[in-house]
């Protein structure tokens, strides 16, 4: 399997839209209300990506295997100003893999690439949310030196707050 991680361009959005927008859904169909989910259209994914790449705090790399792109990594400063971190803190915002190609290593390499990309930008930890009942995600960034805090938080994702674990990493030794 030939994987590329690489960063992408406005030209490419409507795809990765798509990208995300399935990934989502494979993600979260057993977790969120329907009413929830039919709210999260291909549309609605595609407005998020404009936000995405007009946001020069954060970066996006995306994953493609044999010139397809299946999944993608969004990292860098943390998203709200009031989660306790430190201006060395950075944080992982969002994965997602679509099902098809779970598996096969794509998850841990994009994991990695956002974390020595932190690195580089000077971050000494990040943090990262989960949503508590994906107990496959959890186990995926324990697997990867992730660790709970022990903290929770509820995030409004627009009428919707499901409890997610805080978790951190340290990326770089003082």
Same mark, same amino acid.
């Given at each position: 399997?030939?994987? =590329?991680?690489?960063?992408?361009?406005?030209?490419?959005?409507?795809?990765?839209?798509?990208?995300?927008?399935?990934?989502?859904?494979?993600?979260?169909?057993?977790? *969120? #209300? +329907?009413?929830?989910?039919?709210?999260?259209? #291909? +549309? $609605?994914?595609?407005?998020?990506?404009?936000?995405?790449?007009?946001?020069?705090?954060?970066?996006?790399?995306?994953?493609?295997?044999?010139?397809? $792109?299946?999944? $993608?990594?969004? *990292?860098?400063? #943390?998203?709200? +100003?009031?989660?306790?971190?430190?201006?060395?803190?950075?944080?992982?915002?969002?994965? *997602?893999?679509?099902?098809?190609?779970?598996?096969?290593?794509?998850?841990?390499?994009?994991?990695?690439?956002?974390?020595?990309?932190?690195?580089?930008?000077?971050?000494?930890?990040?943090?990262? $949310?989960?949503?508590?009942?994906?107990?496959?995600?959890?186990?995926?960034? =324990?697997?990867?030196?992730?660790?709970?805090?022990?903290? *929770?938080?509820?995030?409004?994702?627009?009428?919707?707050?499901?409890?997610?674990?805080?978790? =951190?990493?340290?990326?770089?030794?003082?």
């Amino acid at each position: 399997m030939e994987l =590329e991680i690489r960063a992408i361009g406005r030209d490419e959005l409507k795809v990765l839209s798509r990208v995300h927008h399935d990934a989502w859904t494979q993600a979260y169909t057993s977790f *969120y #209300p +329907e009413w929830f989910l039919a709210e999260r259209s #291909p +549309e $609605f994914f595609h407005g998020l990506w404009y936000t995405f790449l007009d946001d020069d705090q954060r970066l996006v790399s995306a994953a493609m295997v044999g010139g397809r $792109f299946c999944g $993608f990594v969004r *990292y860098g400063r #943390p998203a709200a +100003e009031s989660r306790p971190s430190s201006s060395r803190s950075g944080e992982l915002l969002t994965m *997602y893999i679509l099902r098809s190609e779970r598996g096969k290593g794509i998850g841990t390499r994009l994991l990695k690439y956002a974390e020595a990309r932190m690195r580089e930008l000077g971050y000494r930890d990040a943090l990262l $949310f989960v949503v508590q009942d994906l107990h496959g995600s959890v186990a995926f960034y =324990e697997a990867n030196g992730w660790r709970w805090t022990g903290e *929770y938080e509820s995030i409004d994702l627009g009428g919707y707050s499901p409890e997610m674990l805080r978790m =951190e990493k340290i990326l770089a030794e003082e």
